[in-house]
């Protein structure tokens, strides 16, 4: 089954291809903030709704105008792509998945999107429309043959990386079906406990590098705004935040990777992690270990490799009962790592009891199509439920 893919590349633009990059940046910044200005003021002064249509047309008349003239100076088709990702922004903000949209800024990510006739590609060899020399790429890895890409987005990150996303029609094979199968359950001082008794530590690559990184925003705020020894010291606060996200990104793909290959289901529990940041205690190493990213990633490669994912209800008890007896227990503090059941006796470990409990639910809910454990209710055995009287963690 073909699918849309991207692969991600690193770049080395020439000087001047990194102008032409720079320019065709900012024209498309200026084109989103222009467009996201006329949209809103059309909305709140006149009651009216602008499409991507409407601000198309605009845009030609914009062209035309003596103080934006030089908006023809690059590629018109990133121009549109930016039209279109602000489109695409109000419908994913209607459909609550998003905030509002924002301006863009300078300082921030910047990207252009080219599409397929924007650009020339053949063996290996790239050349984005304005430009008289093909752009250096690292190949990591090859294309898929007889995949002719659809669109490329080239982007440059805070740190002054450039890097290319070419999408193409990819022929995703499904992984050979398997019995076994896992339950996870996340945490912090831990990253992953399987409920087989693996337990996958937490790297805690942003802790590993706090000191260094506060050492260089420190340096960063005492230089003198404007001045090229602050800009040098903002590139070396970028470089730090981006190899620990880098770090962190590649350490979710491995681990999710491999849990997709070696099991055919796997169940994780569905946490809110906008509202557990919130804790004032835990925020940063909520958002140190990066849940989400995580559980995004095995989502779409199950998706991919024919897999199933089993998210269970947040509010199911997994660390207060016990996985022997059904016992539950009134309540379990987060300091108590390991505790006894008061109906069977027996010593369970809170971490690999709450993984062994997704993994029963999760398996429960799978069978039954769907289904989804409503708060506040276990599922133990087919036509039995148990409730219990507090959410669980």
């Given at each position: ?103 863009h800024k300078k ?170 940041v919130k804790n ?7 958002s140190d270990v ?104």
């Open positions: 089954m073909k699918q849309k893919r991207a692969y991600k590349y690193r770049v080395y633009p020439t000087p001047e291809q990194q102008q032409i990059l720079a320019r065709t940046f900012g024209c498309c910044r200026f084109v989103y903030n222009w467009a996201l200005r006329q949209k809103t003021d059309a909305y709140y002064n006149e009651q009216q709704r602008l499409y991507y249509k409407d601000l198309s047309e605009r845009l030609t008349d914009l062209k035309k105008q003596e103080e934006t003239c030089w908006l023809s100076e690059v590629s018109s088709v990133p121009l549109q792509q930016a039209l279109r990702h602000l489109d695409k922004a109000f419908i994913n903000f209607f459909d609550g998945r998003t905030p509002y949209p924002t301006f300082r921030n990510q910047q990207s252009a999107t080219y599409t397929s006739n924007a650009f020339t590609y053949k063996d290996g060899v790239m050349t984005l429309a304005k430009m008289s020399e093909p752009l250096t790429i690292r190949w990591s890895r090859p294309l898929p043959e007889e995949s002719k890409p659809s669109s490329v987005t080239v982007t440059k990150d805070c740190a002054n990386r450039y890097f290319m996303s070419i999408l193409v029609d990819d022929e995703i094979e499904p992984l050979p079906q398997t019995e076994q199968t896992i339950g996870a359950d996340l945490g912090l001082k831990s990253f992953v406990i399987l409920s087989d008794g693996e337990v996958v530590g937490n790297p805690k690559f942003f802790h590993k590098d706090e000191k260094k990184l506060a050492k260089a925003q420190r340096r960063h705020a005492k230089k003198k705004k404007g001045s090229q020894n602050r800009d040098k010291a903002r590139l070396k606060v970028a470089g730090i935040h981006a190899r620990i996200a880098d770090r962190r990104r590649d350490f979710s793909h491995k681990l999710s990777t491999r849990l997709i290959r070696e099991n055919q289901t796997i169940c994780v529990e569905s946490l809110a992690v906008k509202n557990m004032p205690k835990l925020s940063k190493a909520i990066g849940w989400s990213e995580f559980v995004s990633q095995l989502e779409y490669k199950a998706a991919w490799y024919g897999r199933n994912l089993v998210k269970i209800d947040r509010w199911y008890p997994s660390s207060k009962r016990c996985f022997d007896c059904g016992h539950i227990l009134d309540s379990l503090p987060l300091d108590v790592r390991m505790w006894t059941c008061p109906e069977c006796g027996v010593i369970h470990d809170r971490d690999i009891n709450a993984a062994q409990n997704i993994h029963a639910v999760g398996l429960t809910v799978f069978e039954a199509c769907g289904e989804s454990v409503r708060p506040g209710a276990v599922k133990t055995k087919p036509g039995k439920t148990q409730r219990s009287r507090k959410p669980s963690k």
